[in-house]
Each structure stands twice: as C-alpha cells, then as structure tokens.
C-alpha cells in the first residue's frame, strides 16, 4: 500500500484534526502517502483531494473542528453516487481509506467496501459517544467538558436566583453526554433515553431544594419526554412551576480538543493505518479497556452501547 | 456613619461579589460596619441580612453569581413594602446602603430614598451595559467574553460545515452585547436594536461567502426583526437559505469574572463607600474615561446610552 | 458504622472536594454520619472536625483544591502523633476513616489501621498519577488538561519566534504527566523519568524543525537529565542551542475539576463507603478498566505502575 | 497610496493577528494592495513578503501568537541593515508601512522613516502596556486574563496548603499587568516598579493572615527587589518564612485573544490605514478615552506612562 486517503464526515467532532494528523505522521512513517478528501463524501465523489504531510499537519492537534471539513451527502446514499466517489480514488492511486465519523459515516463506508473493495478502516469521531465497539469516541470528552464548563455558569446564575432550570445537551438517542453532564454538574435531576423519565420524582425534587434553592434538571436530547421546553411546559402546566430553559446547542460541537481526546484520536489514527496495512478493511478501530480492538462496521450501529449502570446508581445517590 | 447595607438585585451579573467584598473591605477601612442583604429587595423587607468581614469576603474576587443572591420582587413595587423594608433597615442601625443592580433596582432605591430618606447609592451591575453614567457596567466584560469564546466553538462546526449558524445574544433593549461580540468572532453580519436590520444585505452577505463557507450571524436580543429564530424563519422562508440557530443564553450571566470586571466592581465597591461617607445619596457611582461619576439615579435610565458609531462603521469595513 | 470521618493529605489535587461531597452523600444515603478533618493528619491529631451534610457539600462538585485542607505533618508519622489522632476519632466516635491523598497519605493511613483497628479506606487524590492500583487518580485528568492548555498559549509565541522552548511538568517520579502532555501539546520531544533520554536525538529534531520552526520540549520533572533548566543549560553549552524556559508549576495543582475527575472522584467516594461499609480496611479503592478494585494500602506504593507502552511509541510516531 | 505592507517585531502579543486582519480588510475597502512581511525586520531585509487578501486572514480574530511571525534583528539595528530593507520594500512598490510591536520596533519604524522617507504608521502591539499615546496596548487584556485564571489556580492550591506564594508576572520596568492582576487575584501584596517595595509591610501581612491562611504576593519582574526567587530568598532568611516560587512565563504571551484586544486590534489596524491614507507617519495609532491619538513615535519610548494612582490605594485598601 503506498497511497491512502483520509476524510472526516456526518457532524463533527473535536479531535478529527488531532485524528488527521495522526494518520499522516502513522502512514509517513511507513513511507505511504496521504490524500486528504475535502467535504466527506460531497469531496470524495468531486474528486477534491489534496496530498498532506508533516507540514500541513502542524498544529492541527490543538484544533477545533476540521479543517478537511464535512458534509452528509444525499449522493453518496446512492449507488451511482458511491461508483463516481470510487472512480475518483482510483483515479488518484488511493488503496486504502480511513474514515472519521459516526453511524452515517460507517454506513457509506461499509457500502463503499462492499460494492467496490476498497479497503476502509472507520475510526470513531463523534461527540455522542453512540458507537459500538469503543469505550470512547473522539470528540465526547471535549464535548461534556463543554458542557459541565457552561453549566457551571448556569449554576452561578441559578444559585443567584433560587431558580429552577432545564439544560439540554445533545447526545441523540444516547444518554453518554446527559448522565456524565449531569453528575458533573450536580444535577438535582438527569432525564436520560436509556431510563424512564420520572417527572414526579423531578417535582419531589424541586420541593426538597426548596423555594430559596436552585433546581438544575439535564436533559438528553434523545429523552422520551421530549427537549428542555417540554420540560418546562410540563412543570408550568402539571406543578406550576416556572424554569427556564438554556439548550446548549452546537457549542458542544466545537472547541480544542481535551488531552484525552487529542491522545484517543492520535493513538486510533496511527492505529488505522496499521490496520489497512495489515490487511483490514470493513472495520472500526477502536479501543476498549485501553487496547486497540477491532469491530465490524455493521456492528458499531446494529450492537447497542449501554450506559453504565453504576452512573444511573451514582446520580441517584449524589443527589 | 457606623453601619451601612449592601445588596444585590435584578438580574445577576459576574462581579457582583467582587463589588461586595470591596464595600466590606472599603468599608472596614473607615471603621464602618457592613451588613448583607440577602434576597435583594425581598429580603430587604424580611430584613434577612448578616454581618460581613474580612473573612466572609475572602476569595469572593473571582466567584461569579451573587453570595447576597437575588430576586425581583413585587412587593418592593409597592409602597407598603419599601416602608417594611425601610422600617427593617431602620431596626437594624442601617445608616447608609449601596445598591448594585441595573436600572429596576435603581427605580427601586430611588423611592425609598424620596419615601424614607435613607441614604442610598447606586451601583452598576448588569451584563447588558445599558446604564447612562457609567462607559462600563459590572459584568459586561465577562459576559462579551464568555459570548465570543462560546462563538469560537461554534465557528469551528460552522467552518467544518459551510454553514450558517445565527447565534442570539443578551443585551436587552441595546446592543452593546451583539456589537462587541459581533466584531470579535468575525461575524459576517450583526443585528442590533440601535440601528435598522437589513435583511436583504444579509442575504447578499452569505451569498458572498459562498455555499463552501460558513456565515455567522450575530443577534442582540432586542432587535426589531426578532431572536435568532425570526432570523431562521426569515431566511429559509424569503431566500431559501437553511440557517442553525444558536440562543447563548444563561450562560453569559455566569463565570467568574474577567480581569476589568475584578477591578471595576472593585472600584466602584470602595467609590460607593466614599460617595456615601461624602454625603451622596439617590446617584449611582461610575466610571467615565477612567474617573469616577457620580450620575443622578434617574438620569440613568431616562437618559439613553448609545453605542460608540466607530463599532458599526468598523463592523462594516471588517466583513 | 454510624460515623466515620474523611480527609485530605498531602499535596491537594482537583477533584478532591467532588470526593469530599461523594464520601458525605455516599455515607448519608446509608444514613451514616460524616466528620471532615480539617488539615490532613495535623488536624486529625488536633481533633479539628466539623459535621458535614448536604448543605455544606452543596456546589463542592466544581471547586478546586480541598475544602478540609491538607497538610505533610512531621508529627503523625510518629507513634505518639498517630496515638494522639486515634484517641481524637474515638473521642468522637468515629468507627471508620476515609483518607484522600498521594502514597505519604497512605503510610499514614496503614500505620493507623495496623497500631489502633481504626478501619481505614484510602482513595487516590494526586495529580501524579503514580499509585498502584487505578488506571488513574483524582486530578491527573485536571492537571494534564490545565498543562496541555497553558503549553498550547507557549506554542503561540513559539511558533511566532521559531524558538525552542523547554517546559517542565510537574509528575515526580513519573511521566504520566509528562507523556500525555507532550502527546497533546504536538511537542517534537518528550523525556520522561521512565526512559533513557537522548539528548543528540533531541538535537537532532530541532535542527529537523529548522532555524525558523519552533521546538517544543516537554520534561516531566522526575527525569534523569534534570528539570527544564538543566536541558537550556546542556543544550547551550553542548550544541549552542538558545532555549527558553518556562516551568508550570503550582498551577498544574488548581482549578475547576474536569468532568472526568469528578465522575471519579463522585464513584470512588461513594465505593469508599461501600468499601468501609463491607469491613474492608487497609485498602485503596481504584478504578482499572471501569471496574472498582481494592488494593491493599502497601501495594499501591512497593508496586510500580508503568506508563503505557504504545504512548512511548505514539510519541515516536508523531513527532 | 496602492500598495501598503504590515509585519509584527519584537515580542509577540494576543491581537496581533486580529490587527493584521483588520489592516487587510480596511485596505481592501479602500482599495489598497496589502503584503504581510514574514519574520518581523528581519523579513523585511530579506524581502521576506506574500500578498494578503481576505481569505488568508479569514478567522485570524480569534488566533493567538502571530502568523507574520517577529524577531529580533540586529542587522536592522546598523544603518546598512535599514538601507537593504527600505530597498526591497521598494522593490515591491510598497508606498506605506503598518509596524505592530512595542518600542524596539518604534525606534525601527522612526529610523527607517528618517532614512528614507517611507511613511510608517506604529500600533501599539506588546503585553506590558507600557507605551505612551495609549491607554492600553493590543495583547495586554489577555495577558492579565491568562496571569489571573493561572492565579485564580494556584490560589486553590495556596488556600488549600495555608501558604506563602510568590508569583511573578511579566511586564518589564512597568507595572501594569502587576497592578491589574495582583487586585484581581485579591493578592495580599502587589509589587511593582513603579513604587517602594516594603518588606516589612509584606511581613506584617502574611503574620496578619496567619499561619493557617495562604498569603499571595504577585511580583513585577521590574520591581527593584527583584524576580519572585529572590523575594523568597530574602523572606527566609529576614523572616524565616517559607515560601513556594511560581514564574508564569510565557503563557502570559499566548492564547487566543480576549474581546477587549480583538476591538482594539482591529480599530487601531483600520485606524492605522486611515492614518497612513491621511498622510501621517512617524506615529503611533493608539486610544485614549476611546478617541484615537495619534503620538510622534519618539515620544511613545521617552514619555513615560504612569500607573493610575487610585489602583495603588485600591490595592491598599483591598487586602
């Protein structure tokens, strides 16, 4: 193998340029070159790729977003779309394929193996922590230090106040972010999808804080009750209590990664490339219990991730 | 003058305890003794105060929020109840009071000055920076910054995307907020209460940048179109453009507090105290090209602040 | 058991007070009461104690350095220091200690079990990281973030001069520290007290980077060679390189926890509990692969534990 | 005037890139060809210079450090170094020239405009403050931000201890990011140049603090008793105290922007194209009372700016 490609897709995640450089400085030290697709799968099917190396890379840990950006393409979920992106990698002498992303991401690539053999490795970037096959995914940690930062300001505020109020933070249909957030804040109350939401236990709550306390309530987007304004349109409607409603939104997207993501993202990526090397394809790399460990990239989203139960039990005790 | 009161009312704005701890230590400095009120104007009238020293103000320079707490009370609207409270602050030797606040903590300490002749002054405390007589109000400086760092993140997903994300700020009925923040994050296009919103320039604007690249869109609150959400609406409606809206916010009221709002609330915490002692009551303390002001209490919201025309002509050269 | 006591020793590390609140909610939900030390093991043997309940854990979650205090106390490594202690916790009644600190806490805390039977659980509190017996203690996370974001402000101004620049992290005798640090920062060396270190090598990589590129040198304070100021000195006088220092200091020690530590920290206080609770005594409680571990006090400084294998690799690769 | 050139000198401060920016697009809405010299005097002997537009200095707002990079030279130091650089800016047409630095990089500007009449605009580009013809220099708001958060932290680890700490900060003979951090830090001494240096006094305020309770003094590097190393020297042996030594180094040049120096930045980078455009030269741009002042450079290094008075008593009253 002496050339191979890289490209980050689906929403993105801190750490994807810590992940880049990674595979550049991985493959230079076996002597194969890089191409960077730019734009995800919109790039790949453009052809729009450009050669990286020790140079471009420099500084790219520290970085937020990344800079080969991203996209969802509606092209690429075809199969024409799929034929024209494989095409252009041949054109360009591409024989192996690292991809960072989430699900989506995984989903065009499998397809892309298996339609047109050419070897992919997924690597695990995504603030949602949502993948199969890791105990991490690049970008989570920076995401809930994010998160825990911001709503430590929420808490001045709602000390200040004696105020009730509803954070929502993202996730998706996955609890990661909402249950570690909510520890970290001290949350009065966590809403995760992996639990029933018990909003009578949530009144209990609000009672004992007491008129003179804040109340703070983390919210799972992917919650079954729905976001942080139906939290409160319920707690007005069924106890008359007023809160106020902050929805973090893409803050949690963005930012320099922490350490533990820059080191995740540089171990995963030299780690992908030793796998197409080896000979893998069809896989994510991922790592468990501190060990690289290999997962079919069907598996990542067909296998369910569960949260741990003892962080269901800890924030009930801590409360 | 032996014993004097100081409080926290209105919304909560970081430096608050900063301006607290210099009114004790100010005060301490004269042989004054400083009591709390806690609760704003609701505990006024619950006369729910404590004594403060040294060693209650240790380390309350960098907390944000408010120790005394806050509230808006409807009660203190009402003569009756500024009579409780004044009949309170009597019982306990109350000789004096600083107030630290926006302009409805001002309306109220202008009463009870009119209706009981207790001495009070006035200081500024609000992120929103809407107060006549003062360049600066406690808490702005924090707030601008937590603004444009929480921007910063969001610019990295929008970079990585090529989108357009439109990011609602605080500020209230001014700009000063949007406009600080707006510059700062290189935002393509800042709406503000003060000046009129042209949305077709927006269009033009993101056109401009083109579909590869991200614009950002900063929007006080109080602007004549509406929140970011109007924005949204407008956008995907009128031009067909998908925008993401981001509302900052909770976030801006908290975090301890940068370097200027340390030293302003500081300041001013001491200048209140000597502005007292001088015989001064029914103004608020500011601070007017570095040198203190004293400024009548209804001046500062009868009169109006503007924002400085350099910003808005800058904002326009820098896009 | 009905009341037990918890305290802090040796150098303080974040997350220390996240474990404080854990211990007292951990032990309340048990319906045990909780004494906090105040000051490590002088106080212990001064009987300075205070009750802790909810109210007095309430927002300790986010707070930097320890509420109780530390201290290194010459006294209680003394026979007649621990017997004074002991007879202090039977004099309130305590039936069961839980101590937080670094391997001096430890010998302290063993001592104590094995001349008076006070049942005593030790969990790991330093930024070190060099206990045997968790994957990692409370504050390492806190530490190398704080050190990894001040490194990148210093890479800043390295990158605008092309200068080489030496920053020494604190670690004792291990490079944990040292080595996610330089992973994170992108340093082009890193030299740490487990490896022989080679000084031409690293010469060799500033003349790699050029006159007008910087070099980023990452020492772990443990390190054969000497701290910071010692490579400027050898690199002056052996290879005429011209190097800045910058030695971090007491601020790897503060600040806001990371969500990471106060997971931790909240689990292991809590398992501290549980572990009193159970009978167990002399042991550390850890985390290693997620799971909670008891290792006997003894181990977790005879035993050595290493840095990772694949990260003296990674860095290799990388640079 | 079509064709103008920018570079930052000396040493490197927070903004500079945001005053780049601003230089570039301000020159652009006029009309002006823009080139950035690399590597500061030393770039400009070598003609050291690429073509700027407004996607190269796109999202410079927000990045520290400089991407024109500086240094110190020499060469320019000698009439002939200044002879060679003044014809290579011929060389490319350049009819005006934009220096960001502090008063190293004045004395330049002021001689190559004496020798050969290029019109040169100065903008005040340090993070000591202390140049005449401004109230605050670009770099210094972030500088006492970073030298206060580090504080903020070492203050946990003080408290934590009940320690003596010695922290110096940079700022050369000026003791302005002295003065603004140690109030911010709720410093128990302040050292600057600028005033007496009491030790006596220090003494009295650590035994007033007491034993048990941390004692912080922050040093000016330019205080005539010396840098922090040697304040704990002469504290243990004048009065056996000991104390723990920090020296922040430079992080205090680094990290991203704050607010305050992103506006200033990119006023004084449009004013300082407004400026050249008018026909001045041989000026400082800077701000005063937020109007813009032009200085004869001269003046910038032999006028001195003074503390403001009021922040020495504030220090006073406050500890």
Redesign the interface.
């Known amino acids: 193998m002496r050339k191979i490609a890289v490209f ?1 897709s689906g ?2 995640a ?1 750490g ?1 340029n810590a992940l880049i ?2 595979v550049v ?2 493959a230079l ?1 076996k002597g194969i070159e890089v191409y960077g697709v730019l ?1 995800g799968y919109s790039g790949m099917i453009e052809g729009n790729m450009l050669k990286l190396g020790k140079k471009e890379t ?9 800079v080969l ?3 969802r393409s509606k092209e690429f979920m075809q199969k024409g779309g799929r034929a024209a992106a494989a095409e252009k990698l041949k054109d360009y002498g591409i024989e192996g394929i690292i991809a960072c992303g989430g699900d989506g991401t995984f989903h065009g690539a499998h397809d892309i193996w298996l339609e047109h053999q050419i070897p992919i490795v997924g690597t695990p970037g995504t603030i949602d922590n949502d993948l199969y096959g890791t ?1 991490y995914t690049i970008g989570f ?1 920076t995401a ?3 998160a ?3 709503i ?11 105020r009730v ?1 509803i954070v929502e933070v993202m996730g998706r249909h996955a609890g990661f972010i909402a249950m ?2 909510g ?4 949350a009065e109350f966590i809403a995760v999808p992996e639990t029933v939401t018990n909003l009578d236990q949530l009144y209990q709550r609000i009672l004992t804080q007491g008129k ?1 306390q804040r109340t703070i309530v983390i919210v799972g987007e992917g919650d079954e009750v729905g976001g942080a304004n139906t939290f409160a349109q319920i707690l007005k409607e069924r106890y008359e209590i007023d809160a ?4 973090l ?8 990664p ?3 993501d ?2 995740l993202a ?2 995963l990526g ?1 780690a992908a490339v030793d796998a197409l090397l080896a000979g893998k394809t069809d896989v994510m790399v991922g790592e468990i ?2 060990e690289i460990v290999y997962t079919p990239l069907e598996e990542t989203w067909t296998k369910r991730k569960p949260i ?1 139960d ?2 269901i039990l ?1 924030a009930d ?3």
Chains 1, 2, 3, 4 share one sequence.
């Open positions: 980050t929403g993105d801190p994807m450089r990674a400085r991985g030290s734009g420099a500084n790219l840990i520290s970085l937020g977003g990344t950006k991203t996209s105990d940690d809930i230090n994010t825990a930062e911001a430590d300001k929420i808490r001045d505020t709602a000390d200040s106040h004696g109020f570690d957030v520890i970290s804040a001290g003179q106020k409603v902050t929805i939104g893409h803050i949690q997207r963005g930012g320099s922490t350490v533990r820059r080191v540089s171990r030299v219990n501190s741990n003892y962080l800890l005790i801590l409360t």
